[in-house]
């Protein structure tokens, strides 16, 4: 889905962050672009349920929020490092991982439309036709200036 207009990052983070506080550290970064906001928060929103349906709410943590090859990556974990989930909640924890990770190969990183993973100069990247160009172009130029511009 495309962002709406007017869409204010840091706004929708903090509201994120003050939302999702009982999992979600403030150390935590998005380190991912806009594109994507709309699927983190449907994540731990869908996370926070299961968790509080299992009595986990408070003995898990978001640890890492991040890109890899090409797909958006929220790490849930339990609290205690060496704990594990119990089955039944490690498998809801599984589904909701897989959706996420679907649903970023299919959205645009940068502005939420229709896309499809593709390879930049070796990095993995989500991205819409009108992106996947931008990026493309800025390969063959050099890597000069911004990549993304309106
Ligand atoms: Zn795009």
Redesign the pocket.
Known sequence: MPLPDGFDRETFIARLRSEHARILPPTVEFAVEN?WLQLIADRLRDAETILEKHGWIYHAVVRQIKEKFGELRVYIRPRVEDESYPDELAQEMEGLRRVTADSSAHT?E????D?EIGNFGGYYQC??P??SEQRAAWIAGGRKGDVFHD
């Open positions: 594109g645009c940068i502005c939420g439309d896309a991205l819409c009108k992106h």
